[in-house]
Nanobody, 118 residues
Framework: VQLQASGGGLVQAGGSLRLSCAGS????????MAWYRQAPGKERELVAT???????NYADSVKGRFTISRDNTKNAGSLQMTSLKPEDTAVYYC?????????????WGQGTQVTVSS
């Protein structure tokens, strides 16, 4: 099983990016998903979560700007980021709970760099 993140890049302040995360391999289902980020010299922080029932939660710093979603048919999810700020610059990681042939498992994506210029 692999979790592949994509969609990072360089954007000017005020711009938008959409990060995607897709699972592949022996996956039967996806339940909860989360996005984290880690800026240079800082600890990894939780950005957004979506539960198995679809409930979403966001860090205060991104509320109203970021939207997390999940596509159960594709075992994938995304993070739509708008009104980006230089302080959003970080490596973004997705994390997901999958139902697999070995039972429920948690996986991390490899990280994707987001850089917001002022």
């Amino acid at each position: 099983v692999q979790l592949q993140a994509s969609g990072g890049g360089l954007v000017q302040a005020g711009g938008s990016l959409r990060l995607s995360c897709a699972g592949s391999g022996s996956i039967f289902s996806i339940s909860a998903m989360a996005w984290y980020r880690q800026a240079p010299g800082k600890e990894r922080e939780l950005v957004a979560t979506i539960s198995s029932s679809g409930n979403t939660n966001y860090a205060d710093s991104v509320k109203g700007r970021f939207t997390i979603s999940r596509d159960n048919t594709k075992n994938a999810g995304s993070l739509q980021m708008t009104s980006l700020k230089p302080e959003d610059t970080a490596v973004y990681y997705c994390n997901a709970d999958f139902g697999t042939r070995w039972g429920p498992r948690n996986y991390w994506g490899q990280g994707t760099q987001v850089t917001v210029s002022s």
